[in-house]
């Protein structure tokens, strides 16, 4: 294989594993959305479907380590090229626990229909909404190599973590109001955590775009100024 | 540099990265033993003492990191060598989110603190034993390349998520029964959650010195299985 034919086998290839994580990220993005559906219209069979098994993505995650390992060995690549195999390295474990929590969220959400309606859900789907878009931009701006679309992820992050708190004490309220209410309220409660979790895999993917770009690690650098 | 001296060069810098990560683990594994004698012994100086910032591991992640992408782009691994290094990225990431987690318990604890003792502290003390010794055993996995200790962690996690189940129904008890103690044991509740997300990332390093070792892929072997 000569070189030029080696360069061009190497950008297929890289593209071919942004392609993956492109699925992985859809595939995990559907089963978020479906676990939350399901609890917005309590449906039971929905729940069971997203409970049935993330075998595509975890199938995808093997596939896409394998890639990265492959390219890696057989190219030997450097820089930019190099951070991009890394990060996507990372990124397959963050859309893999994505996938994962898309399962917590459905078996709480399994408990919590088990109980009639704690309140009307309004601050839980918003949360859901924002968690998923952050997700999707991350991803878009990995492929793009957009470091302006992944600070906007990094961005989000406080508003995520204010409507988690939100929820937190809002449900707080209805269980010392009404006790009657805790074990449904815990099940929102842990849903707005994981929901909080999809967020935070969303920043770490959006970090690593950062550090892939513009090999600059934005990852401490707040508190090292805050503590400097 | 000829090539004897390369790989004696590229040995040592293996051994300083693998002493980084041991580092790591250790200063994770310190915060988090504070965050729990700070709630048993309901001492509020040493929450503040782990709140204060996880400066040193976060220096360690950026530096890991940055170990990992001089060693792949310098000397170019292959094999086992290439999967120890991919392994150390991942390893890195989740040791950092172990230092995040002692961070969590600490913010948990000083809550509760606020409160009267919900009751006496058994399975919580137990859980945090056992996530920390998995996280031990995985890193002393990793460093002797020793699959059958990697195993061992494995086979703990199930115990974890018991303990967890039970520390959850217990509190949901004492919620029921008196809601004056909603408060302090949601608190408990989410402190559990985070023990046992350590021990995930115990599980997660664990499955990584399997796949370091022996180039097979232990992540979703039981539920294809299962499946198929």
Tied chains: 1, 2.
Excluded: W
């Excluded at 859901?128 to 992944?150: G, P």
């Amino acid at each position: 294989m000569n070189s030029e034919r080696h360069v061009r086998h190497f950008e297929e290839e890289l593209e071919q594993l942004k392609a993956r994580l492109l699925e992985m990220g859809g595939l995990a993005e559907d089963r978020v959305r479906s676990a939350l559906r399901a609890l917005v219209e309590r449906d039971l069979g929905l729940v069971e479907k997203v409970l049935m098994g993330d075998t595509a993505i975890n199938q995808l995650h093997i596939e896409v380590d394998d890639r990265c390992f492959k390219l890696l060995a057989l190219h030997q690549p450097m820089a930019v090229d190099l951070r991009a195999i890394v990060s996507a390295v990372k990124i397959n474990t963050d859309l893999e626990r994505v996938g994962d929590l898309a399962v917590n969220i459905a078996e709480a959400v399994r408990r919590y229909l088990q109980h009639p309606p704690v309140k009307e859900l309004i601050d839980i789907p918003r949360m859901a909404e924002l968690a998923q878009d952050m997700l999707r931009d991350a991803l878009d701006a990995f492929v793009r190599r957009d470091t302006t679309l992944a600070q906007t992820v990094l961005d989000r992050d406080d508003e995520l973590d204010t409507l988690k708190t939100q929820v937190f004490r809002e449900l707080l309220d209805h269980m010392l109001r009404d006790p009657g209410t805790i074990e449904p309220s815990l099940d929102l409660i842990l849903i707005s955590r994981h929901l909080e979790r999809i967020g935070d895999h969303a920043t770490n993917i959006a970090e690593d775009v950062i550090f892939m770009v513009s090999a600059r690690d934005v990852r401490h650098h707040q508190e090292q100024e805050a503590e400097g």
